[in-house]
């Protein structure tokens, strides 16, 4: 099972999330072959961290909360609050697996949450520039709670584009990037 999990900074949590970067690194080296894309989010200057990334497959619901949740930024409080949603990769790639590397172009995550009305996953749009793209999911993967994406495009307001607006009550778009060691 898929899963996506976004963990939101908590204001002014900066200096205990550098202080325990080896340690969040250290805890997710044991996942390295079940993540399928990670990474951190930032604000709008391209430089504060705001949150950071994991979309991850585990066995079930119960492994995934204990995934977000036993993460050592999460344990000491760096984060304000956990989106964590079962996913489906409807790529069917890791972001290593990208065509268009780590490093070209900005990136982003966007977030299609709450849809306003009851609406079947969308199929990924003819895109490129996609890194990963998945419907969002209920625990029991039955219900459609929005869209999760990660692109790569020239701006946020073209990265937003990668989502019909109208399917949802609410799209975020965050600065992000590739993450971890590997």
């Known amino acids: 099972m898929e899963f996506f999990c976004y963990h939101r900074d908590r204001p002014g949590s900066l200096a205990l999330r550098e202080q325990l970067q080896e340690e969040h690194w250290s805890y997710m080296d044991p996942f390295a072959e079940q993540l399928i894309a990670r990474g951190p989010t930032f604000a709008s200057d391209g430089e504060t961290p705001t949150g950071s990334v994991h979309i991850v497959d585990l066995p079930d619901p119960a492994a995934a909360r204990a995934f977000a949740f036993d993460e050592p930024n999460y344990q000491a409080g760096a984060y304000r609050d956990v989106l964590l949603r079962r996913w489906r990769n409807m790529l069917g790639r890791t972001m290593w697996d990208f065509p268009g590397g780590r490093s ?3 990136r982003y995550l966007v ?10 996953p969308a199929e990924p749009p003819e895109n490129d520039e996609l890194v990963a793209y998945g419907p969002l999911l209920s625990d029991d993967g039955t219900a459609w709670l929005g ?6 495009a020239p701006d946020a307001e073209t990265a937003r584009t990668v989502l019909k607006a109208d399917l949802y009550a609410d799209v975020e778009v965050h600065d992000w990037e590739f993450g971890g060691r590997r």
């Open 104 to 106: 070209e172009g900005n």
């Open 147 to 152: 869209t999760a994406a990660l692109v790569r």
């Open 111 to 120: 977030l299609g949450l709450g849809p306003d009305r009851a609406a079947d």
